[in-house]
T-cell receptor, first 114, second 113 residues
Framework: AQTVTQSQPEMSVQEAETVTLSCTYDTSESDYYLFWYKQPPSRQMILVIRQEAYKQQNATENRFSVNFQKAAKSFSLKISDSQLGDAAMYFCAYRGDSNYQLIWGAGTKLIIKP | DTGVSQDPRHKITKRGQNVTFRCDPISEHNRLYWYRQTLGQGPEFLTYFQNEAQLEKSRLLSDRFSAERPKGSFSTLEIQRTEQGDSAMYLC???????????FGQGTRLTVV
């Protein structure tokens, strides 16, 4: 069975600095998708960035980028120029190519210090 | 608002009562998902519909849980004989045919007292 592990329950970063959130996963599938979702307090889950496993190039969305290491089964999220609005729970999620359910990590609470 | 809509946002019920939640997906999204999220945890998959067909059910979905999606539009999730362990946030999401991104609603927070 696939699993997703986020080993950092909480991270804090100074505003305008860079922070990296870690995620590892376990799967025997070769084709899959990985996602980072953001969940602000009392707000809905929002997709931050996605990565297709067959793509070697790391995904980038503005200040958000990933370091996808397929062999190591690692999928970290880097947030550059952190802003107060980035404060939220961040969840790493996995989806197999032939399966539509998302498998989630336990989340990392990101605190932004002004 | 054209996002995923869930109703109610909050529900407090007494143990043993039945509750029903509604989810309206984004128009023309044929896939609909239900997840449960307990405090401090990531969501857990409950069930998945493609149009009106329920294609997957998690083992978490005991006999007290039932979900429907008549006509492939909105969906309902019913919990019968609620227990304190059912207290959680129930999240609904939808995605289009061929899409990889799931779009989430704001959730229904259930408290069983």
């Amino acid at each position: 069975a696939q699993t997703v592990t986020q080993s950092q329950p909480e991270m804090s970063v100074q505003e305008a600095e860079t922070v990296t959130l870690s995620c590892t996963y376990d799967t025997s599938e070769s084709d899959y998708y990985l996602f980072w979702y953001k969940q602000p307090p009392s707000r809905q889950m929002i997709l931050v960035i996605r990565q297709e496993a067959y793509k070697q190039q790391n995904a980038t969305e503005n200040r958000f980028s990933v370091n996808f290491q397929k062999a190591a089964k690692s999928f970290s999220l880097k947030i550059s120029d952190s802003q107060l609005g980035d404060a939220a729970m961040y969840f790493c999620a996995y989806r197999g190519d032939s399966n539509y359910q998302l498998i989630w990590g336990a989340g990392t609470k990101l605190i932004i210090k002004p | 608002d054209t996002g995923v809509s869930q109703d109610p946002r909050h529900k407090i019920t007494k143990r043993g009562q039945n509750v029903t939640f509604r989810c309206d997906p984004i128009s023309e999204h044929n896939r609909l998902y239900w997840y449960r999220q307990t405090l401090g945890q990531g969501p857990e998959f409950l069930t998945y519909f493609q149009n009106e067909a329920q294609l997957e059910k998690s083992r978490l979905l005991s006999d007290r849980f039932s979900a429907e999606r008549p006509k492939g539009s909105f969906s309902t999730l019913e919990i019968q004989r609620t227990e304190q362990g059912d207290s959680a946030m129930y999240l609904c999401a939808s995605s289009p045919e061929g899409g990889t991104e799931a779009f989430f609603g704001q959730g229904t927070r259930l408290t069983v007292v």
